[in-house]
């Protein structure tokens, strides 16, 4: 059974910088997507990135200031966060799936998330 666990989240202010990471276990293999999803308060949860076998993948909103990576020897993906802006502020979850899928109702295994607060 897959398992994920987000760390790293915080208080910034904006123009600042956090690393999030999602330390999972129990993965069949190393071919597999993990992806980040956000959900602000009165907001729906949405895509931020994902990374696969196949390339990464970015939300538009997050594009050049966010770069996702990961480490297989260590079962952990990781999301680098700089110039933050205060509409970044959610919970960030991590997922996985077998591709980046865009239908996030594919997504499994979701963590418990992370508080993600930027200051004006």
């Known amino acids: 059974q897959v398992q994920l666990v987000e760390s790293g989240g915080g208080l910034v202010q904006a123009g600042g910088s956090l690393r999030l990471s999602c330390a999972g276990s129990g993965f069949p293999s190393d071919y597999y997507a993990i992806g980040w999803f956000r959900q602000a308060p009165g907001k729906e949860r949405e895509a931020v990135s994902c990374?696969?076998?196949?390339?990464?993948t970015y939300a538009d909103s997050v594009k050049g200031r966010f770069t996702i990576s990961r480490d297989n020897a260590k079962n952990t993906v990781y999301l680098q966060m700089n110039s933050l802006k205060p509409e970044d502020t959610a919970v960030y979850y991590c997922?996985?799936?077998?591709?980046?899928?865009?239908?996030?109702?594919?997504?499994?295994?979701w963590g418990q998330g992370t508080q993600v607060t930027v200051s004006s």
């Open positions: 997922a996985t799936a077998g591709v980046c899928y865009r239908d996030r109702s594919r997504f499994g295994s």
């Open positions: 990374i696969s076998n196949n390339g990464r």
